[in-house]
């Protein structure tokens, strides 16, 4: 793979190290806030509340979009602070992406933590040259969703986890090597063939996950991605967890209707990843990774610097297990 442009991994934190937690799209209650900012503590980190976090505006949004923008930025822009975690998705990332000039994300490298329509910002993180985390948003921190809170805790600590799973029917076998990109179907397809891009010599391993739409849709939004990214740089494909989809009987499957989009492509591709609304086990966006598929698993490997720990899923019972 030609590596091209580095991207940049941002420091890992140390104990103390102060966590923002910003509201970008939906508004979340003060108290679930709060609950998140003590397991956050209970980390060894000392978290900070954006200024308009429980800005309540239209009833569903965490501020007007400017706030929403201004609270990102001075997140960003504090070094004293070194990573950010969003409270929650639902819609309205897209909102801040013209008003927070992509250099602010290049000048103050820190992890930004997120996932679906978190996907927006991750990807201009990524566009900006920067490795982000597509893990849990803070309702689900304070929640103590496992073991999606350790994992997340310990990548920030320089701990990376390596994922095994099991094989899948609808797999396809080979290695990949790549920046690992992607996250919501939805939220990416949106932006994929935008002024945010990565540069053209990166290969890219892509993975996908969805929740609430129909079939259809999703077919619908895969052929948009197809159309906007060059998949001649796609080397692997990993489809995460589809979740409450309405179902259409002449699509069959999701798996069966996603690997029908691969015919043309001789690339390794892994059905059922963990990764999604439901279980969002962090996965490190824009970071180099290898993605090895084989009869008997899944193997997902991040190529940064770091201490590596092992984690697979039992195939008896559906948790991750650590080796």
């Not at 891009?197 to 996950?209: K, T």
Request: glycine share 8%; proline share 6%; charged share 20%.
């Amino acid at each position: 793979m030609d590596q091209g442009k580095k991207i940049v991994q941002p420091p890992f934190l140390k104990a103390g190290d102060k966590v923002a937690l910003v509201s970008p799209a939906y508004w979340m209650p003060e108290d679930a806030i709060l609950q998140a900012a003590d397991v956050i503590r209970s980390w060894g980190l000392q978290p900070v509340i954006g200024p308009h976090t429980n800005s309540l505006n239209v009833n569903v949004y965490a501020g007007t979009a400017d706030e929403r923008a201004a609270d990102l930025l001075w997140a960003l822009e504090d070094d004293n602070i070194k990573a950010i975690i969003c409270s929650r998705g639902g819609y309205g990332s897209i909102h801040l992406l013209n008003r927070i000039p992509i250099e602010r994300y290049q000048q103050h490298p820190k992890w930004l933590i997120g996932h679906g329509d978190i996907t927006t910002l991750l990807y201009a993180v990524a566009s900006a040259g920067l490795m982000s985390i597509h893990g849990p948003m803070a309702f689900q921190i304070g929640n103590n969703q496992e073991p999606a809170n350790t994992i997340t805790r310990n990548i920030l600590f320089g701990s990376l986890p390596q994922y095994k799973i099991p094989s899948n029917p609808y797999n396809q076998c080979g290695h990949a090597e790549g920046l690992l990109i992607g996250g919501n179907l939805s939220s990416y397809s949106a932006i994929a063939g935008t002024k945010f891009h990565l540069p053209p010599d990166q290969d890219v391993i892509l993975f996908l996950e969805e929740v609430e739409e129909a079939l259809h849709d999703i077919d619908r939004l895969f052929y948009m991605l197809r159309l906007q990214l060059n998949f001649e740089r796609v080397k692997g494909i990993i489809f995460g967890t589809f979740s409450s989809i309405k179902f259409d009987l002449q699509f069959g499957s999701v798996e069966q209707m996603l690997i029908a989009h691969l015919h043309d492509l001789d690339i390794p591709s892994c059905c059922s990843f963990p990764v999604g609304s439901n279980s969002c086990l962090p996965l490190i966006e824009g970071a180099p990774c290898s993605l090895d598929v084989s009869m008997e698993d899944a193997i997902l490997t991040f190529n940064i610097d770091g201490t590596q720990q092992t984690y697979h899923i039992d195939k008896e019972r559906p948790q991750l297990m650590k080796d």
